[in-house]
């Protein structure tokens, strides 16, 4: 599947897309945990596009992995961030699972 996939031009710009999302959403601190998903399951992929690993089984993706779900489950962005600001602004809570 991945061999398939490399190297189309819709896959190639989703992914660098992707990427500046992710990252553009954790500096920013805006929708961090919906940035720190997409960065999870992303790196999640890369490994998996790697069966089995050339460099062993532990590689940098399960590190960046690790890190985004922390960032995701740890609640990041409740003091600093975009995040922060809209959550003192708006009343709603429907959303805030959504807010780091």
Same mark, same amino acid.
């Given at each position: 599947?991945?061999?398939?996939?490399?190297?189309?031009?819709?896959?190639?710009?989703?992914?660098?897309?992707?990427? !500046?999302? @992710? *990252?553009?959403? /954790?500096?920013?601190? +805006?929708? %961090?945990?919906?940035? !720190?998903? @997409? *960065?999870?399951? /992303?790196?999640?992929? +890369?490994? %998996?596009?790697?069966?089995?690993?050339?460099?062993?089984?532990?590689?940098?993706?399960?590190?960046?992995?690790?890190?985004?779900?922390?960032?995701?489950?740890?609640?990041?962005?409740?003091?600093?961030?975009?995040?922060?600001?809209?959550?003192?602004?708006?009343?709603?809570?429907?959303?805030?699972?959504?807010?780091?």
């Amino acid at each position: 599947l991945y061999t398939a996939l490399w190297g189309n031009d819709i896959v190639m710009f989703l992914i660098i897309a992707g990427a !500046a999302a @992710v *990252g553009i959403g /954790m500096v920013t601190g +805006f929708l %961090t945990r919906v940035s !720190a998903f @997409v *960065g999870t399951v /992303m790196m999640f992929s +890369f490994y %998996t596009a790697d069966m089995p690993p050339t460099n062993g089984w532990f590689e940098v993706q399960l590190i960046q992995m690790f890190a985004f779900f922390l960032v995701a489950s740890l609640g990041a962005g409740h003091i600093w961030g975009i995040d922060a600001l809209l959550r003192k602004r708006e009343k709603s809570r429907w959303w805030y699972w959504m807010l780091g």
